[in-house]
């Protein structure tokens, strides 16, 4: 390796005195510097305060990459001041030396990170088992989700990554690429409980990641913040009701005759409530975070997890919205008619009208046989039935995003439908808030008989 | 000048693994505890357990057994471990570390059937060291601080405790005067029960693996108030620190499992001296050994280019070396040297202080209301820690702290007593001194020379004679300290804090020293030249000091208690 020897470098430092205030200057220095390739910018900083002035301050703990203390802007890139040597720079190039972006400042090169905490906060960082084991769970190294969480746990937390990105400072509420990072490594550990309310944390945040690859590059633990967020995006649609709600098992859901329908209702602006007891999923999110999780069975999750993989298969054959269900209910079978292009509506029950409360948005799984070609298949679809307030009326949307056909869920605290895919958003009354779909989602004919809700499927 | 108070249930001082622990446990045992840790870092990003390379020791397997372990341990520690502690370490360490994993969410290395990995260590008579990768620290500490998030425990981050705070009787400890670090002001913070738990981190030395920022902080605040202390001349010294001149990134670490998986040692002939040093085991002999050795290598001239010896890896093959270390080739590759495939200089580094207070199993010490944990205990290791043995201490007395904790204030739980109503003024006048003074800015220099005094005189190699020029050396820097004056604001004033590490250096420098010279004969990390062997008849003995009324350590001996296993038995223990 080329070294460096013997060479007088010109370096500027912005400081800054919370006793003084103002915007921060830059200081000059000449540090003559024997061997640079041995001399980090942390050693440049000590020999700085050792020998020039002893008021500059900067942040720093364990000096070998581990901590994430000493992160900061390093000649116009983000770096920690520890992993980054003086011969990283070309030889009588200067060094100029910033506190990282989008931090308050606290003094000279120290920001404050209570901002980057508190969005990493927000994401649900933390494990919260499914239940409590006595043992380590047998996980193989080449399972499925270790490889996809692969090092993306050895985040430091350093900031860089934040510092370095675009959006971070236009979206208040972007919860950043760390944070996201973090909750990805979460979503896809399998012993943890909390994967809807997580979900529900950081999804919208992840589109406001425009895929600079800015934290990517940055990254001083070369992990891809980048990957884990379009993870997240991928996971949305892939397994949008994945949870830990207790499922039945499925013998009991074969023999049940006429499967009731499952019903979310969510109000605009207040926590969503089950209604009916969740025998697919739907999972009641105002549960306290904090709670420990009921015990569930393994095997039951694992049932679980095998009928999203069916779910997520008749996803990604291309059907859209529409998806296989492994088990579930049959209709009778002479609502199915002739899988032609002008069939008659098949009207399918929704379940009694009581059960839709004024005021709020109930998402329901319609069950019902279609014929295609040859084949009977059992499907089930979505739909967002919204009962607006004193009005005797009833508006049923159809959960297909306009877009490009991948369903779109009601977000309760957004007050806005919203689409996993590529970040579309649509008012209570349908038309398009956000994103790219070209025109409002579609409204579904029904019709009320005898107290019951009945939905066309054509 | 005003300071602000606080009171708390629980006083925690400090954020590592021992930290951490016992506010997760006396939260979980009781969550309207109110509990307050105080940490020199920012969140989680302090100290010696996030910068834990190799791993944890810990029984999983049935072909191991806690006898073993435990043998290994008082092995390790020739014999003057305290036993209790030792069996308490290997016992509990199996169920903390089955709760990292199944309660906060920690995830280390797996088997290829999905159990979970354990690799080999030096002086272990089992591969128990469970590991992530060769930077395990970092998943501990980032998992427990998301716990410490999600219940939302209060973190006082950048403050650091200067002292302890006591009652007039100097029997009860009333909480701990700390220091905002951000904006220079003194908080006054009072605890029914405070935990120290700060980790050692022998920074007073010439070269330390331990950040810089880390200044045996805890050990000196225990010692000012008047903690029964234990063993402090036992100090550990790694044998393989980086050697990068100049740079403070010299004396990190290259991590012991290189040495556990076969790496050899060269001397600056080319010669692997480890093989007569300890014939059998050669590079794998316990760090005792094998710093002990390196450095009469090189004060027998025979030290490489660099000034140390170098540790090689490269027989290993490059493709094992960079898939089993790859934090440590980074850190080499940083500096222009390739692990996987060349050696690389390496000196022993000032690592861990085994000493420490005296503490039971429950954490308590000689002073009510006191409870310590981790690094700043003393007892477990006896005369020298195993690798692996270090996060697991912490870890398991973090735990047995929070339980302890939780229990004392279940059980008497009651607000503290007055604290002396002149120690505060006291203490802050004493820290903010150098401010006023029209002294010298000489504070790196005085630093600089306790750093080469402790090296040279109270380091590897001791003897009567260079520790009794170290007394002198430290009585005179102590009294150039007085002399030096602190410049600027309080804000974020590193320079400040810089001075009060080294006033805790000072203190524990002047117990070590101490400590050294009663113990007169060689055990363990503790090596005298003019006493270079062990006497099983004389040395089997414990140091208990205090601080007497004139500042200085008074120290007793007493015999080591042989509880569980007698001397023969450790005597014959092979590993």
């Not at chain 1, 009588?92 to 920001?111: A, C, E, W, Y």
């Not at chain 2, 002086?123 to 980032?142: A, Y």
């Not at chain 2, 270090?390 to 007055?418: H, W």
């Not at chain 2, 000091?545 to 015999?559: F, H, M, N, Q």
Request: with cysteine.
């Amino acid at each position: 390796m080329e070294s460096t020897k013997g060479n007088t470098r010109k370096i500027d430092v912005f400081r800054y005195d919370p006793t003084q205030g103002g915007d921060g200057h830059f200081d000059h220095f000449d540090l003559y510097i024997d061997d640079e390739t041995n001399t980090t910018i942390l050693d440049v900083l000590i020999r700085l305060q050792k020998e020039q002035d002893s008021t500059l301050s900067f942040r720093y703990a364990c000096r070998v990459n581990m901590c994430g203390s000493c992160g900061m802007v390093i000649n116009g890139r983000e770096g920690l001041a520890c992993k980054t040597n003086v011969s990283d720079f070309p030889a009588k190039q200067g060094i100029t030396i910033r506190p990282l972006n989008h931090f308050p400042v606290v003094k000279d090169l120290v920001v404050d990170m209570g901002p980057f905490f508190k969005h990493y906060e927000e994401c649900l960082p933390f494990f919260e088992p499914r239940k409590i084991m006595d043992e380590p769970a047998i996980i193989r190294p080449d399972s499925k989700e270790r490889i996809a969480i692969g090092l993306a746990t050895e985040c430091i937390a350093c900031g860089c990554c934040v510092s370095s990105c675009t959006m971070a400072n236009y979206h208040e509420n972007y919860a950043g690429p760390a944070p996201l990072n973090r909750a990805f490594t979460l979503l896809m550990d399998s012993r943890d409980a909390l994967y809807e309310e997580r979900m529900d944390k950081v999804l919208q945040s992840c589109y406001n990641c425009r895929t600079e690859f800015n934290c990517t590059e940055v990254c001083p633990k070369d992990i891809s913040c980048t990957r884990a967020i379009k993870y997240i995006q991928r996971l949305a649609i892939k397994e949008p009701f994945k949870s830990v709600a207790k499922p039945k098992p499925a013998q009991d859901v074969e023999s049940s005759p006429e499967p009731e329908p499952i019903i979310m209702n969510t109000a605009p602006g207040t926590s969503p409530v089950i209604q009916t007891p969740a025998m697919d999923v739907k999972h009641d999110t105002s549960r306290c975070r904090h709670e420990s999780t009921p015990a569930i069975p393994v095997e039951a999750i694992e049932a679980n997890n095998t009928s999203r993989r069916s779910f997520l298969a008749g996803l990604t054959m291309g059907i859209g919205a529409v998806s296989v269900l492994t088990v579930g209910g049959v209709l009778a079978a002479s609502f199915v008619g002739p899988a032609m292009q002008k069939k008659p509506p098949l009207w399918v029950p929704a379940g009694s009208i009581e059960k839709f409360p004024v005021g709020q948005v109930s998402t329901v799984n319609l069950r019902y046989t279609e014929n295609v070609g040859i084949y009977k298949q059992e499907l089930v679809k979505p739909v967002l039935v919204w009962r607006p307030p004193n009005q005797n009326k009833i508006i049923v949307y159809n959960s297909t995003c306009t877009h490009l056909g991948c369903t779109v869920h009601w977000d309760v605290n957004q007050n806005l439908f919203l689409c996993a895919c590529h970040g579309g958003a649509f008012a209570l009354d349908g038309s398009v808030m956000a994103g790219p779909p070209p025109r409002p989602l579609d409204h579904m004919e029904f019709k009320v008989d005898s107290g019951n809700l009945l939905i066309a499927m054509v | 000048m005003i300071h602000e108070t606080l009171k708390a249930d629980i006083l925690i001082i400090g954020m590592g693994a021992a930290g951490q622990l016992a506010a997760l446990y006396a939260h979980d045992e009781n969550p309207d505890l109110n509990i307050l840790i105080v940490t020199k870092a920012l969140k989680g990003k302090g100290g010696c357990s996030r910068m834990v390379q190799g791993g944890f020791n810990v029984v999983l397997n049935e072909a191991d057994s806690h006898e073993k372990h435990l043998m290994d341990t008082l092995k390790g520690g020739q014999y003057i471990n305290d036993q209790d502690l030792a069996r308490t370490l290997v016992e509990q360490a199996t169920p903390t570390i089955k709760e990292m994993e199944t309660r906060f969410g920690c995830f280390f290395d797996r088997n290829p059937d999905g159990t979970v990995h354990q690799k080999p260590f030096a002086g272990q008579s089992f591969d128990r060291t469970v590991h992530k990768g060769d930077l395990t620290g970092i998943e501990m500490i980032s998992r427990m601080t998301e716990q410490i998030m999600k219940r939302k425990i209060q973190v006082l981050e950048e403050c650091r405790a200067v002292d302890l705070l006591k009652d007039k009787s100097g029997q009860q400890v009333t909480g701990a005067l700390i220091l905002n670090m951000k904006q220079g002001k003194f908080i006054r913070a009072e605890a029914s029960a405070t935990l120290v738990a700060t980790g050692g981190g022998p920074t007073q030395y010439r070269f330390h693996a331990p950040g810089p920022e880390k200044s045996v902080d805890g050990l000196g605040m225990l010692y000012r108030a008047g903690t029964l202390m234990r063993d402090m001349e036992m100090i550990q010294f790694h044998p393989t620190g980086l050697i990068i001149d100049g740079s403070v990134v010299a004396g990190s670490l290259l991590e012991e499992g290189l040495r556990g998986s076969g790496a050899y040692l060269y001397n600056g002939n080319g010669e692997r001296y480890m093989k007569n040093y300890a014939p059998d085991v050669a590079e794998r002999a316990t760090r005792d050994v094998v710093s002990r050795s390196s450095y009469l290598e090189m004060m027998a001239g025979r030290h490489c280019e660099e000034g140390g010896v170098r540790i090689d890896a490269a027989h290993l093959g490059a493709e094992f070396v960079l898939k089993n270390f790859p934090g440590m080739c980074s850190r080499c590759a940083q500096f222009g040297y390739d692990l996987a495939r060349g050696p690389v200089p390496v000196s022993p580094s000032a690592h861990f202080v085994m000493g420490g207070a005296r503490i039971n199993r429950d954490c308590e010490t000689s002073l009510d209301r006191l409870f310590v944990a981790g690094e700043d205990g003393g007892g477990v290791h006896g005369g020298n820690r195993l690798g692996g043995n270090g996060i697991c201490e912490s870890s398991v007395y973090g735990r047995q702290a929070g339980k302890a904790l939780a229990r004392f204030m279940a059980d008497n739980g009651t607000a503290p007593p007055e604290t002396d109503p002149e120690m505060v003024g006291e203490l802050m006048a004493k820290y903010l001194a150098p401010f006023g003074r029209n002294g010298k800015e000489e504070l790196f220099v005085l630093r600089d020379e306790l750093k080469e005094c402790n090296w040279n005189n109270v380091g590897v190699v001791r003897n009567a004679k260079d520790m009794a020029t170290a007394v002198e050396e430290i009585n005179a820097i102590r009294e150039e300290a007085k002399t030096l004056k602190i410049s600027g604001t309080r804000a974020y004033n590193m320079p400040w804090n810089i001075y009060i590490d080294f006033l805790n250096m000072l203190d524990v420098s002047d117990m070590v020293v101490v400590s050294a010279m009663a113990r007169k004969e060689s055990r363990a990390a503790h090596y005298r030249s003019d006493f270079p062997e062990q006497d099983d008849d004389k040395g089997l003995f414990n140091s208990f000091l205090t601080r007497s009324a004139d500042g200085k350590p008074s120290l007793i001996t007493e015999p080591v208690d042989f509880m569980y296993k007698s001397l023969r038995e450790c005597q014959i223990h092979k590993k």
